[in-house]
T-cell receptor, first 112, second 112 residues
Framework: AAGVIQSPRHLIKEKRETATLKCYPI?????VYWYQQGPGQDPQFLIS???????DKGSIPDRFSAQQFSDYHSELNMSSLELGDSALYFC???????????FGPGTRLTVL | GQQLNQSPQSMFIQEGEDVSMNCTSS?????WLWYKQDPGEGPVLLIA?????ELTSNGRLTAQFGITRKDSFLNISASIPSDVGIYFC????????????FGQGTRLTINP
């Protein structure tokens, strides 16, 4: 079965640079969620979109923004990167905002 | 904010043993989910629970949604080497594209 696709899988950036992470949900899923997971930590919710509208918002820095496009894929834009932004970033998708969230393989962001 | 207290934090068991872990919260949740995560990978959904008192099985895994809606447990019977990983409970309080709140995780190690 098709799963959530995230790209890139690995990303290395310098401080103060920008990064764009992409997420392609499971086919027919219209809801996407973004989570950040630091080393040895549990995933922390950033933001979610349902039918291209922002649905819920967590502790997402003002330097980050996200959107969902007409084909339901989503992009997380990160600016003025800091060392502390180094983490695994997961996208998850669900059908019609349902509670069962299916996670992608993640993007490992390293900020040097 | 909402917090899930997951225990134990780690378990070291022999192959073939049964495993039990649980999550508790001071908040009421509408949905409880259990995920397994391998290093560097995304969490994989194991079981979803929707109603207080619900008991659900998935192969050797059994999970229950507590009557008070503030707790859940996961049991794994007859553990095998591929059960190694980190298990997370996650809860959702709202409806429709809402965030998941995760427990701190239980790291399971199996001695062959």
């Amino acid at each position: 079965a098709a799963g959530v696709i995230q790209s890139p899988r690995h990303l290395i950036k310098e401080k103060r640079e920008t990064a764009t992470l992409k997420c392609y949900p499971i086919p027919r899923h219209d809801t996407v969620y973004w989570y950040q997971q630091g080393p040895g930590q549990d995933p922390q919710f950033l933001i979610s979109f349902y039918e291209k509208m922002q649905s819920d918002k967590g502790s997402i820095p003002d330097r980050f923004s996200a959107q969902q496009f007409s084909d339901y894929h989503s992009e997380l834009n990160m600016s003025s990167l800091e060392l502390g932004d180094s983490a695994l970033y997961f996208c998850a998708s669900s059908l019609a905002g349902g509670p069962e969230q299916f996670f992608g393989p993640g993007t490992r962001l390293t900020v040097l | 904010g909402q917090q899930l207290n997951q225990s134990p934090q780690s378990m070291f068991i022999q192959e073939g043993e049964d495993v039990s872990m649980n999550c508790t919260s001071s908040s009421i949740f509408n949905t409880w989910l259990w995920y397994k995560q391998d290093p560097g990978e995304g969490p994989v959904l194991l079981i979803a629970l929707y109603k207080a008192g619900e008991l659900t099985s998935n192969g050797r895994l059994t999970a229950q949604f507590g009557i008070t809606r503030k707790d859940s447990f996961l049991n794994i019977s007859a553990s095998i080497p591929s059960d190694v990983g980190i298990y997370f409970c996650a809860g959702q309080t709202g409806q429709g594209a809402q965030k998941l709140v995760f427990g701190q995780g239980t790291r399971l190690t199996i001695n062959p």
